[in-house]
């Protein structure tokens, strides 16, 4: 009965921190204000730190580097550590020094650590990661158990797991006990209570294939169940599994190493239920620089708080400088490019920015001689003076038309979640609403989902004008000459929303012809992710996906995504321009604001600040994929 009550203390989140019943103690539900991502980087081996307040959405402290400084991180790096909290206030770290010993570590800030003993493992031997959980069942008073892979040729063929109980000081330690052996090696494991009793423990096997492994026990020192495989990565490899809990939620989430995603930083998540019989929902890690195996805790306001204040007045020491990025001040997204006969200028076109949830209403225009230096006209509409839209003014797009022997401006604009047009003599403004009405509304022509992202094009083989939008789909139609009407019947789907993950597709589509090619932009993933990117796909036509002859497919690469060693996230929504007489392209985009957008988590995608950076292209067409500068 006793151990029926604990369990169902911890299922129901009000597990507190000041005396641990069963594993280590944690945060209640209530006083949770966000979670600590501690981690081996992977670029470098060091320790270090990552921030969310939602658990999936990070961003890092000190922008990656070592938590700890330079004259003791060299002693401390080299394996993924496991933070948590002490039964008796504070925090501890465990980390692995070398092939055969432990280091533990005290702290009462999560700031400095003192090494409280090292460990020392039989001669010969070899072990994984290490970590540590509170076991109140040891000796008179309770105490701990350090717990890790561990090949001793005196005992062992391969890797098993084995452990170390110490007295509640950290002061006294047994000598290891092999846990389990499975008849196979393993390199990884996480072990954590379960609401019904017992342990569970998450393994990964030393040469095995792509699952997680899930062995159960009523005791940590066993006997421990033969394992149960679940795949949540499918055919993918996952390594080094975490275990942690989110406040107000059922379940655990399980956080692992994805080396063979093709990413740079594949660190993935999955939500588990209370006794690990399923996982479900895998997602990226966000925000994080070198992400690798480490472990996650619940902070409280106050150490939330403390540790940001920390990461700040350090952060000058560790960031970069932007230089030419962004290319004019404020909060601003969605960047459309336009270069004026007319007037011998290059002008942008942007979404004002800052407003929580883009309730935003006016737009602004930025005009420059050379693509450096950019002059603010203003204000060119306000959605205020129109009678049918008054907020959500996004993603606009604009087009140059010479009619006869004046030129006029047509400028597509999203209010309300629809597209309308209007009209101007000059590209700087200002711009009359053309209709009174939204040129495409949801409920006018039944689009799939809300009207927004237009993008407008005129392709240089026919002279024919044409209108793209979409949000999780894609349409077209043919502009009238009269450039503020569709030609009736040529409105048709060019991506379904069936069919998104396969192209990639979200929303932000441009449209630019080169070398008799037409290249079609778009980004995947939310604006508000910082893995928001940009894929393209290649046609022979503008109206149609098709090259020589058979069905175009989205290219492979991703032609701009972010770059967390420069705390560049967010990357994403781009236009595209060709300087004239010249092979010059250049890319338009908005990233997160930098540095304060990534911290700031979902918020991120409202604080957007527009950049330029140059693209170029292989001999057969295809683009190099853009980095974004600073």
């Not at 497919?553 to 967390?564: G, M, N």
Request: aromatic fraction near 14%; hydrophobic fraction near 35%; charged fraction near 20%.
């Amino acid at each position: 009965m006793k151990h029926f009550l604990i369990f169902l203390l911890i299922a129901a989140g009000q597990f507190m921190s000041a005396q641990p019943l069963f594993g280590n103690p944690e945060l209640s539900d209530d006083d949770t204000f966000g979670y600590l991502y501690c981690h081996k980087s992977a670029h470098g081996g060091w320790t270090a730190y990552a921030m969310s307040q939602d658990g999936i959405h990070f961003h890092d402290l000190l922008c990656g580097d070592s938590i700890f400084p330079a004259d003791v991180k060299g002693t401390v790096n080299g394996s993924a550590p496991f933070v948590c909290r002490a039964h008796d206030g504070g925090f501890l770290m465990v980390a692995r020094c070398g092939s055969a010993s432990i280091d533990i570590f005290r702290s009462d800030d999560l700031l400095s650590w003192d090494r409280v003993i090292t460990l020392i493992l039989p001669a010969g031997s070899r072990i994984g990661d290490a970590k540590i959980i509170w076991d109140a069942s040891y000796g008179s008073d309770g105490g701990y158990m350090v717990y890790f892979p561990m090949l001793d040729p005196a005992k062992t063929a391969h890797m098993s797991m084995f452990g170390m109980h110490g007295d509640r000081n950290l002061s006294a330690w047994s000598e290891p006990q092999m846990l389990a052996d499975w008849g196979f090696g393993i390199k990884d494991a996480a072990i954590s209570p379960v609401p019904e009793g017992g342990w569970c423990a998450l393994l990964k096997e030393e040469n095995g294939g792509p699952g997680i492994l899930v062995s159960k026990a009523e005791s940590l020192t066993g006997r421990w169940s033969a394992p149960e495989s679940f795949a949540p990565e499918g055919s993918r490899v996952v390594e080094a599994p975490a275990v942690f809990r989110l406040a107000g939620a059922q379940g655990w989430q399980v956080g692992y190493v994805c080396p063979d995603s093709g990413l740079t930083d594949g660190y993935r998540i999955v939500s588990a239920d209370d006794s690990f019989t399923q996982m479900r929902r895998p997602q990226y890690l966000e925000g994080v620089y070198g992400t690798e195996a480490g472990s996650f805790l619940r902070l409280s306001e106050t150490e939330y708080k403390r540790l940001q204040a920390w990461s700040d007045a350090a952060e000058p020491l560790h960031l970069a400088r932007s230089v030419r990025n962004p290319v004019f001040p404020g909060l601003h997204a969605d960047p459309e490019v336009l270069y004026s006969e007319q007037t011998g200028r290059y002008y942008i076109y942007p979404t004002t920015d800052g407003e929580f949830g883009w309730h935003n209403h006016d737009f602004k225009c930025f005009s420059s001689a050379d693509l450096v230096n950019w002059k603010d006209e203003g204000v060119i509409l306000d959605l205020q003076d129109l009678n049918w839209g008054k907020e959500y003014a996004w993603a606009p797009c604009i087009i140059e038309k010479k009619v006869g022997k004046k030129y006029k401006y047509y400028y597509y604009f999203v209010a309300n979640k629809s597209v309308g047009v209007a009209v101007a003599d000059r590209p700087e403004g200002p711009f009359r609403d053309a209709l009174g009405r939204p040129l495409l509304s949801q409920e006018e022509i039944g689009s799939p989902n809300q009207v927004i992202d237009p993008d407008v094009f005129r392709d240089p083989a026919t002279g024919k004008y044409y209108l793209y939008w979409g949000n999780s789909y894609l349409w077209m139609a043919e502009l009238a000459d009269d450039m503020v009407s569709l030609v009736p019947g040529t409105m048709h789907e060019l991506i379904p929303r069936s069919r998104i993950g396969e192209y990639h597709y979200l929303e932000g589509t441009y449209v630019f012809e080169r070398n008799g090619l037409y290249y079609f932009m778009w980004s995947e993933n939310i604006t508000r992710s910082a893995r928001y990117c940009i894929r393209y796909l290649i046609s022979d036509s503008p109206t149609e996906f098709v090259r020589n002859g058979k069905p175009a497919k989205v290219e492979e690469q991703i032609i701009l995504q972010q770059d967390p060693s420069l705390q560049i996230f967010g990357t994403g929504h781009n236009s595209a321009i060709n300087k004239p007489g010249t092979g010059e392209w250049y890319m338009v985009y908005h990233r997160f604001t930098r540095p304060e957008g990534i911290k700031m988590g979902l918020s991120g995608g409202y604080n957007r600040e527009v950049c330029i950076d140059r693209m170029y292209f292989n001999p057969d067409g295809t683009i190099i994929p853009v980095k974004p500068t600073l």
